[in-house]
T-cell receptor, first 114, second 118 residues
Framework: DQQVKQNSPSLSVQEGRISILNCDYTNSMFDYFLWYKKYPAEGPTFLIS?????DKNEDGRFTVFLNKSAKHLSLHIVPSQPGDSAVYFC?????????????FGQGTELSVKP | GAVVSQHPSRVICKSGTSVKIECRSLDFQATTMFWYRQFPKQSLMLMAT?????????EQGVEKDKFLINHASLTLSTLTVTSAHPEDSSFYICSAGQTGGRGHQPQHFGDGTRLSIL
């Protein structure tokens, strides 16, 4: 049972344009959501997060939107840069989770073309 | 920012060998660390939650006797793959949370260990 889903395995965007990565979840008890960026053969790097009490969080070029009624979150990157090319994972954590463990989506590979 | 160090980055060894992977939180204390496994083109799958001073909590389907976890201090957790076989070849990644994973603090990840069993 995939509780966190990223339905797009890949996304290609032109440099300077907006990248929108999507993530859906099924468990209404998730209260904290995170986005990580990952390069091959490296560990994930934390990008941005959002609490379930908010619907938007912004940090520089990165903005995360949360739509609780739709159980959907998205990561917007604007403007996109070639260095943003990587695999992006969304993750969720439950309100009464077991010690803080995260549930990850399958990842979306973003390619930003110059 | 928070730094998690994982060592070694790559291991190549013969079948039957036991391999130890270390995960250290360098600038914060982590009461809880997590061990993940990633297969090519797939997501990170949580293997176990490592609790300082107590037994690890394993996810369903993960063999406790195969993957030994020790969390002896607030800055160090180790994963030992015992009697490794080719099917254990994978990318193993650890993570740590600054407040034991509770509260709204992100987990920070090590750079992973590529394990290849011949």
């Amino acid at each position: 049972d995939q509780q966190v889903k990223q339905n797009s395995p890949s996304l290609s965007v032109q440099e300077g344009r907006i990248s929108i990565l999507n993530c859906d979840y099924t468990n209404s008890m998730f209260d904290y959501f995170l986005w990580y960026k990952k390069y091959p053969a490296e560990g994930p790097t934390f990008l941005i997060s959002i609490s379930s009490i908010k619907d938007k969080n912004e940090d520089g070029r990165f903005t995360v939107f949360l739509n609780k009624s739709a159980k959907h979150l998205s990561l917007h990157i604007v403007p996109s840069q070639p260095g943003d090319s990587a695999v992006y994972f969304c993750a969720a954590r439950g309100l009464y989770n077991q010690g803080g463990k995260l549930i990850f989506g399958q990842g979306t590979e973003l390619s930003v073309k110059p | 920012g928070a730094v998690v160090s994982q060592h070694p980055s790559r291991v190549i060894c013969k079948s039957g060998t036991s391999v130890k992977i270390e995960c250290r939180s360098l600038d914060f204390q982590a009461t809880t660390m997590f061990w993940y496994r990633q297969f090519p083109k797939q997501s990170l799958m949580l293997m176990a939650t490592s609790n300082e001073g107590s037994k690890a909590t394993y996810e369903q389907g993960v063999e406790k006797d195969k993957f030994l976890i020790n969390h002896a201090s607030l800055t160090l957790s180790t994963l030992t793959v015992t009697s490794a076989h080719p099917e254990d070849s994978s990318f193993y990644i650890c993570s740590a949370g600054q407040t034991g994973g509770r509260g709204h603090q992100p987990q920070h990840f090590g750079d992973g260990t590529r394990l290849s069993i011949l």
